[in-house]
């Protein structure tokens, strides 16, 4: 049974910092390609980033690119969201998904597998 167990999530003030973690179980971790994606009250599910099965290809939402960093690790069969430079529109509920496409997809509707999410709040 595939199993993604995200953490890391908290509240912090404007400007600063937090990474995420998602642990990945149930599946052969370096055949698929691993997304993070967020969803704010009220609105949809969003791409935030995502990187390739072979670690090689990060991608970024515009709204993120250079704020936040995307990595994984096969060893520990985990992925992760570095978060700098925060703001409050960064406030959503974070998911990690898999995929099986070798690189991934900017859709939700293509990630095979989720987590449950955790929550991100940023302060004014």
């Known amino acids: 049974q595939v199993h993604l167990a995200e953490s890391g999530g908290g509240l912090v003030v404007t400007g600063g910092s937090l990474t995420l973690s998602c642990a990945a179980s149930?599946?052969?971790?370096?055949?698929?390609?691993m997304g993070w994606f967020r969803q704010a009250s009220g609105k949809e599910r969003e791409f935030v980033a995502k990187?390739?099965?072979?670690?090689?290809?990060?991608a970024y939402a515009n709204s993120v690119s250079g704020r936040f960093t995307i990595s994984r690790d096969s060893a520990n069969n985990a992925v992760y969201l570095q978060m700098n430079s925060l703001k409050p529109t960064d406030t959503a509920v974070y998911y990690c998904?898999?995929?099986?496409?070798?690189?991934?997809?900017?859709?939700?509707?293509?990630?095979?597998?989720w987590g449950q999410g955790t929550q991100v709040t940023i302060s004014s």
């Open positions: 990187i390739s099965a072979n670690s090689l290809f990060p």
């Open positions: 998904a898999a995929d099986t496409a070798e690189w991934g997809s900017v859709r939700h509707e293509d990630y095979e597998y």
């Open positions: 149930g599946l052969t971790f370096s055949n698929y390609a």
